[in-house]
């Protein structure tokens, strides 16, 4: 053994003291990249396939019956609310708003509530909604994975799901995210 | 006095008195077990941190109905695995299925295990190394004669 190699042993590399500087900061980076995210958004499995397929009476006429094959043939919105929802009656006006703009249909899944509440609902504060279907024991909304309402699905014309907004939706979500998507699924189908 | 031994074990084994079973009953054993072992498996996803068996949201108690109807129907643990994720996703898994996409997730605490393995032997054999060196053979020579010489003064 020569006197060299001792001396590399006991002189370690000094670059080896900034490994664990380096570690933490490659955690604080994803911890900071981690606290924003939403842990509420969970990426929804249904994107890209068909609407969940249902078979329920409508809000108004129950003895009407309302088929995900109704969606078909426009984009359109479907949008999961219930009276007990405050965020629901959070995104309301929007939704009223969004109907006046005659852009898209919006259809409603009315979700584990009483139907007579619903309609007074939207007697007093205004129906954006083209038809709504009464899901009361909540079976149809697990079919969609709904786990948050109001959730918000973009189907496209052959009724495949393109896009899911979880909680309300703002002015700004639909300007912003919803209404060029739609714009541009409708331009694809045309 | 009972009840105190009996509070003891209660708290000793909370795992064993969750059971948000009641009002679900079952026929089988194997029946009601699926059920508690899937219940416990799965995510609440309105109170994130809670299982289905541990939470009281009403999505909750949807889906544990939900489990309980498949278990009842005989479904497989498979199905009703893949029901939940086909709706819900690899969110309302506890335990992650291993995929590409959870492949970091996976191997990351393995990878980070064998570097700090391979850090320990390294260190340690150096740090081993070392002290045997201290004293090399020509040091020893040197040593052995300095002793004769001393032994020859006397």
């Known amino acids: 053994m020569s006197q060299a190699a001792d001396n590399t042993v006991n002189k370690p590399k000094r670059w080896i003291y900034l490994v664990p500087l380096g570690i933490s ?90 139907p007579a509440l619903g309609v007074d609902w939207l007697k007093r504060y205004g129906d954006p909604y083209r038809a709504n279907a009464v899901d009361v024991d909540g079976r149809v909304g697990i079919e969609w994975g709904a786990y948050g309402t109001p959730e918000t699905f973009v189907i496209d014309q052959q009724g495949i799901i393109r896009h899911k907004h979880v909680g309300p939706m703002s002015w700004k979500d639909w300007q912003e995210t919803l209404l060029p998507l739609i714009r541009k699924l409708r331009e694809q189908g045309a | 006095m009972h009840k105190v031994v009996l509070l003891f074990f209660m708290m000793l084994f909370p795992q064993l008195i969750y059971a948000e079973i009641a009002g679900f009953p079952f026929e089988s054993e194997q029946e009601e077990e699926r059920f508690r072992e899937l219940s416990a498996e799965l ?109 020859n003064k006397l």
């Open chain 2, 43 to 151: 995510r609440c996803l309105v109170c994130q941190n809670q299982s289905l068996a541990d939470s009281n949201a009403a999505l909750a108690q949807d889906l544990r109905t939900e489990l309980y109807e498949q278990v009842l129907s005989g479904n497989s643990r498979d199905e009703i695995i893949s029901f939940m994720t086909d709706r819900y996703g690899e969110f309302i898994l506890y335990k992650p299925t291993f995929s590409s996409r959870t492949l970091l997730l996976w191997l990351t605490p393995f990878v980070l295990l064998i570097f700090a393995i391979a850090f320990l032997v390294r260190f340690s054999r150096k740090a081993g190394h070392s002290a045997s060196t201290q004293i090399t053979e020509d040091e020893l020579e040197e040593v052995r004669g300095l002793l004769d010489e001393e032994d």
């Open chain 1, 25 to 114: 900061a490659g955690l604080v980076a994803l911890f900071v990249i981690g606290l924003g995210l939403n842990p509420r958004l969970i990426p929804s499995p249904l994107i890209d396939k068909p609407a969940p397929a249902f078979s329920l009476p409508k809000l108004y006429k129950p003895d009407e019956v309302f088929r995900q094959t109704d969606l078909k043939g426009e984009v359109s919105l479907f949008n999961i609310w219930a009276t007990w929802c405050p965020s629901c009656k959070q995104e309301h006006p929007v939704l009223t708003q969004i109907a006046k703009t005659n852009e898209v249909p919006i259809y409603g899944l009315y979700y584990k509530d009483d």
